[in-house]
């Protein structure tokens, strides 16, 4: 038996339902809050992600599922959605047009982690970006509008809050911290002395416990900010308490992606394991410009769909539609045109064996649906048509013409 990869999942039946009614009412609540659809492709040239999420980040250094194709390309697949829908915007030339345009989208991500709970190789997301608002009222929009999605679906969660802060304040930030980290060399761990040297601020979230420790009085981006990333961060907060979503500040919150600046935040969950991030997200000013389009201010989140899809509390289903059933096989013909006209408006499930009545209404029950209607020589005869009401059990004859 051939089976799927390690860390690829099919999504099938019950799991289909709360995957779909996720999409559908993550995508109801972004187009409320003016975004549209976008799609992007699978597969980009490597160098976007590199550009982008960067080199010295776990994902473009371990986790990328990077080929040559056979025209001689070097491209991967994409292991997050902001880098793709970035080169979008540019190469459709909207950094030029100038305004506002705000996107969401949702598909598959590949990244070759190790697969464990939570964690996939193949995984999806629900994205949005928000190109051309630089105000920070945009960053508490998009911590809403996550918030909005969470509660519709009767989810709980924890929101942490960082500023990784600008241009301005964050390299003199970076050689404090450089100053702190190689103080304490010798005891921390080979990935931090490594990171020392490519992205320093990433020390911050290292798993490590002795290396947390000996970080515990490090230097903290937040007493670090320029005015302007001080004051846009008392306002986040502010509109945030306004709005009742509660928060936690997290000076340690750097995420894994290069391309952020200011606002950074991530919503876990407590019941879900290790891997406890649902989403993340944040403000990234510098990356349009970094892959060659016009400068424009852009902030943006991306929720895990199949880490939400164990917390999400289905709403309870609505029996619904037709099954349709002959007693005779002479009925069949009758029962498949009837069928036809009537799924033009309703969901009709017809069964093609012949059963009796006992066993039509045991298959009609199993599938879920409101009308068991069934066709055998007597309803051939009169022209009829037997239907049971599966809710409010209810039985009756109609004429086929009426039905
Ligand atoms: P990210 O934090 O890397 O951000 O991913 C967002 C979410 O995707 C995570 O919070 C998690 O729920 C889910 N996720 C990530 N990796 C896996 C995995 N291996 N298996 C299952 N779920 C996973 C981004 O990707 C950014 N592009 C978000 C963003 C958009 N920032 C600005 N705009």
Redo the contacts with the bound molecule.
Sequence with gaps: MIASLRGMNDILSEDYERFTYFITTATNIAQRYGFHFIETPLLEETTLFKRSVGESSD?VGKEMYQFIDKGGNDVCLRP???AGVVRAFIQKKLDRAGGIHRFFYHGA?F?Y?RPQK????Q?H?F???SFGESSVYEDASMIMMVSDILKTLGIGYRLQLNSLGCNECMPPYRTKLVKFVKECQDGICEDCIRRVDTNPIRVLDCKNGSCQELYVGAPKLLNHLCLTCSDDFKLLKKILDDNSIKYEIDTNLV???DY?SKTAF??VSDEIGS?S??????R?DRLVEFLDGRPTPA??????I??LMELIKMPQTKKDGYYMGAMDEEALDFVVQIAHKKRQTDKVIVEYKSKNLKNHLKAADKANVKYCAVIGSNEMRDKNIWIKNLEDKSEYTIPMSEF
């Design positions: 994902i997050e959605g902001t991500m990244r982690e939570g964690r996939l190789r995984f997301q994205g949005v970006e995420r894994g992606l952020y991530e919503f891997q991030a649902i989403a993340g997200g944040g990234y902030v943006g989140f991306a929720m895990g199949e880490r």
